[in-house]
């Protein structure tokens, strides 16, 4: 019922900008406010790493590539969570997803199928 649906990934050159979009559907905003919500990437090759993560405060955090090009927010209303990639590089490639981590909160316990973003001339 409760499902996570990616959107935004494309193919562009780098130094390009992308917004990836991730609604939620099957809850309430109310549920939805209290999750932790992250963004991952699986580049070709690689095991599946945490770009972003926003806390139902709004704190955000960050992989050490991403700090200075990529945002996350999120937007309870709607029951979304978007990344705002900018600056994109080569190493910026790859399948993109979005989770939610519910209360008590530790693993994520929900994942989209995935959205792609590839980097190059």
């Known amino acids: 019922q409760v499902q996570l649906v990616e959107s935004g990934g494309d193919l562009v050159q780098p130094g390009e900008t992308l917004r990836l979009s991730c609604k939620a559907s099957g809850i309430d905003r109310n549920t939805f406010s209290s999750w932790r919500m992250g963004w991952h990437r699986q580049a070709p090759g690689k095991q599946r790493d945490l770009v972003a993560r926003i806390e139902p405060t709004g704190d955000a955090t960050y992989q050490d590539s991403a700090k200075g090009r990529f945002t996350i927010s999120r937007d309870n209303a709607n029951k979304t969570a978007s990344l705002q990639l900018t600056n994109l590089k080569p190493e910026d490639t790859g399948v993109y997803y979005c989770?939610?981590?519910?209360?008590?909160?530790?693993?994520?316990?929900?994942w989209g199928q995935g959205t792609q973003v590839t980097v190059s001339s």
């Open positions: 989770s939610a981590d519910r209360p008590p909160w530790g693993l994520d316990d929900y």
